[in-house]
């Protein structure tokens, strides 16, 4: 499974940007999809995941309602919308592919994207 990426940029404080994600390959492996982020200096973290057969979603506590992760399946895309951005959301967004799990957990993906860069200036 092949991961790409994209949407990211800069957006002021309080904007809103939306990331798609989109899979080729052996797409038919995926269980589940998420979001993941790394800012300068800090690990990698959590942002959302979906399971690809019935939309159930899980979502960080940071996210607060902010963001919302969907997917198309007959383009084998998945999207995070993003809103009310805030400056301590910059970072660079990866999302990834597991064949087993559609939670938080980052060992469990199998295959990552290249990530996005989101700046978010206040």
């Known amino acids: 499974v092949q991961l790409q990426a994209s949407g990211g940029g800069l957006v002021q404080a309080g904007g809103s940007l939306r990331l798609f994600c989109a899979a080729s390959?052996?797409?038919?492996?995926?269980?589940?999809m998420g979001w993941f982020r790394q800012a300068p200096g800090k690990e990698r973290e959590f942002v959302a995941a979906?399971?690809?057969?019935?939309?159930?979603?899980t979502y960080a506590d940071f996210v607060k309602g902010r963001f919302t992760i969907s997917r198309d399946n007959a383009k084998n895309t998945v999207y995070l919308q993003m809103n009310s951005l805030e400056p301590e959301d910059a970072a660079v967004y990866y999302c990834?592919?597991?064949?087993?799990?559609?939670?938080?957990?980052?060992?469990?993906?199998?295959?990552w994207g290249q990530g996005t860069l989101v700046t978010v200036s206040s």
């Open positions: 979906i399971r690809w057969s019935n939309g159930a979603t």
């Open positions: 990834a592919a597991s064949a087993t799990h559609s939670g938080s957990r980052q060992g469990a993906y199998d295959y």
């Open positions: 390959g052996r797409t038919f492996n995926i269980y589940g």
